[in-house]
């Protein structure tokens, strides 16, 4: 719980469930940072996001264990998937299919991002030993812990919807524009060094330019 200000914690405890732990921190730190918070805190082998405005299919986790058996939960393993979209003001729903994106797929994800966090499922160990998530990027934090985590692990893609991305009225990272180029830009740069060696470097720039000029 990232300093929120609505019934959360009231909610957490009525629900009367030991399987959930509680964390509440005072100051308002950012996504990332209570990801981490999260990560670091939790016994578990492996770790799956989901943010606090979207929903879960019922079988997520189902599919992708089924997966990880497959590969006999080889911790460098990440498995990812599509999603619903679902717009609340017009009460309108439809399939996000993300470009495929599996196997050694680091140089695909240099070129386009393309894995929503709340269908990652990673290994703790995994993540741990990519010095954990960035706490610093503005925006696009699921493509940045997806390029580093692809320098290590394979993807599995489940062409399938795993969560419903909800669009609504409040404030988001995604409606705000400055951020998002803010992000954009955070990400060229930081990984400027292996965009440049598959010539990908200026495309994003070039990208960017017209998301900034528009």
């Known amino acids: 719980d990232d300093a929120s200000t609505d019934d959360t914690e009231h909610v957490i405890s009525s629900l009367n469930n030991n399987l959930i732990k509680f964390i509440k921190v005072d100051k308002n730190g950012g996504a990332q940072v209570a990801r981490n918070l999260g990560i670091k805190n939790s016994k578990s082998k492996w770790i799956s996001f ?23 939960f080889d911790i460098y393993t990440v498995i990812h998937g599509n ?83 909800i669009f609504h009225d409040g404030e988001t990272i995604s409606k705000n524009n400055k951020r998002d180029i803010e992000g954009y830009l955070y990400i060229i740069n930081k990984f400027k060094k292996e965009l440049q060696e598959y010539n990908f470097y200026e495309k994003h720039i070039n990208q960017l330019s017209k998301r900034a000029n528009s």
């Open 50 to 72: 989901l943010d606090s405005d979207d929903f879960w299919e019922k079988n997520k986790l189902e599919l992708q264990f089924k997966e990880l058996e497959k590969v006999n």
């Open 83 to 165: 999603c619903y979209c679902f717009d609340t003001k017009k009460n309108k729903k439809w399939v996000w299919n993300m470009p495929i994106t599996e196997f050694n797929c680091y140089k695909e994800l240099l070129l386009r991002p393309s894995t929503l966090f709340p269908t990652l499922l990673v290994s703790k160990q995994a993540i741990k030993e990519i010095g954990y998530l960035d706490e610093n990027v503005p925006s696009y934090q699921e493509w940045d812990t997806s390029i580093r985590l692809a320098k290590k692990c394979k993807f599995i893609h489940i062409e399938k919807p795993l969560f419903t991305y």
